[in-house]
């Protein structure tokens, strides 16, 4: 892999195993168990087919495309917690994800032990994140509700929380997942200044987003995926304006 690639997909597809249906209806699934056990697990659903691309160091990219076309599945693979069904992964550099809202959080736990939790998750020493705890609540403006559990947290609390741990890891590779959507918009701003900051600093980001707006003003580079499938790779530029064709 050249040097420059920071993520590397190659005919990647990834399906997950469908169970719900029933095909003979209940009664005929009790009588022939193993049988109908074995045919629901061949069932699959595929959530990305031969995807190929290449992000290199230090570019910012959007993947964009309707809710169910496959883009959490696509940041799932670059932060290995997905295996793909074939093809192949290859990433280079420390991934510092912010997947879905609250992944890696207990709800029982209070947010300043999530931070303590989150930040081992992600490979950081206790000595390292007691470090940067303060700075990382500062950033958060979650006031005294850091220490109550966050189960009692809204969505926007929560990516407020996500999104500061995440602006205190030193990233090399940052995955944003749709989380800059739930804050508030002075809270969103504060994020997209980060992220700028990070571009700025060439750290490569990979990050998932509906906003036109925000795409336009953080990323050099959209790949929409339509149907699982790439539909469009390219500069924002050329890109966002048949999206909005397509969509709008
Ligand atoms: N764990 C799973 N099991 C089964 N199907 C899944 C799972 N995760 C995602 N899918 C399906 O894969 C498709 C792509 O999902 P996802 O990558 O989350 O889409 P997006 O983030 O673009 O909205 C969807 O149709 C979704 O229902
Ligand atoms: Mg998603």
């Given at each position: ?54 992000i ?16 959490s ?51 950081l ?40 741990v995440?602006?205190?890891?030193d ?22 200044n ?25 990323c050099?580079r ?15 530029t ?8 397509y969509?709008?």
């Open positions: 892999m050249n040097k420059s690639i920071a993520i590397q997909f190659n005919r990647v597809s990834k399906s997950y195993p469908i169970y719900s249906h029933l095909g003979a209806g209940l009664k005929g699934f009790i009588f022939n168990l193993p049988k109908a056990l074995k045919g629901l697990a061949r069932e699959r659903f595929t959530a990305l087919e031969n995807i190929s691309f290449d290199n160091r230090g570019e910012t990219v959007a993947f964009m495309g309707r809710n169910g076309a496959g883009k599945t696509t940041l799932g693979l670059i932060a290995q917690v997905l295996k793909s069904t074939s093809g192949t992964v290859a990433v280079h550099g420390r991934v510092s994800p912010l997947l879905e809202l609250g992944g890696g959080f207990h709800s029982d736990l209070t947010g300043r032990e999530n931070i303590l939790l989150n930040g081992v998750l992600l490979g020493s206790r000595k390292t994140i007691k470090e940067k705890e303060d700075s990382i609540i500062g950033f958060s403006e979650l006031g005294n509700f850091i220490d109550q559990p966050i189960r009692m947290y809204s969505s926007g609390m929560l990516s407020r929380l996500g999104f500061s995440v602006a205190h890891l990233p090399e590779i940052l995955l944003v997942d749709e989380v800059l959507a739930v804050g508030d918009i002075a809270f969103q701003e504060k994020c997209k980060k992220i700028t900051e990070f571009k700025k600093s060439g750290v490569t980001i990979v990050l998932v987003s509906h906003s036109i707006d925000d795409v336009r003003k953080l050099d959209v790949i929409w995926i339509e149907n699982h499938k790439i539909q469009m790779d390219g500069p924002t050329e890109v966002l304006p048949v999206y909005e064709k969509f709008v």
